[in-house]
């Protein structure tokens, strides 16, 4: 099973972007989708999650800004970025987990100019 991101880019700050990520049809039984970031240097860090039953979770960083949704029938997890801010430049993640097992997309960067 693989995870496909798509959407990062460069943007200004007050800017918007959109992540998107699809599982591969290999992949069943998805609880939890969400969203991780790692920026150079520092430890990769929670931006966003949300249950199969559409329950979401969000750093402090980023609520208010950012919104997670969720398309169970096409098992696709979007993160809406508003407001984004140079601190929010980093490598986004997605990930998804089943009962046993946890994958992760490859990456997509997101670059925030000031």
């Known amino acids: 099973g693989q995870l496909v991101e798509s959407g990062g880019g460069l943007v200004q700050a007050g800017g918007s972007l959109r992540l998107s990520c699809a599982a591969s049809?290999?992949?069943?039984?998805?609880?939890?989708m969400g969203w991780y970031r790692q920026a150079p240097g520092k430890q990769r860090e929670l931006v966003a999650t949300?249950?199969?039953?559409?329950?979401?979770n969000y750093a402090d960083s980023v609520k208010g800004r950012f919104t997670i949704s969720r398309d169970n029938a096409k098992n696709t997890v979007y993160l809406q970025m508003n407001d984004l801010k140079p601190d929010d430049t980093a490598v986004y993640y997605c990930?998804?987990?089943?009962?046993?097992?946890?994958?992760w997309g490859q990456g997509t960067q997101v670059t925030v100019s000031s």
């Open positions: 990930n998804a987990r089943t009962g046993l097992l946890t994958f």
């Open positions: 049809g290999s992949i069943f039984s998805i609880n939890a």
């Open positions: 949300v249950t199969s039953g559409g329950r979401t």
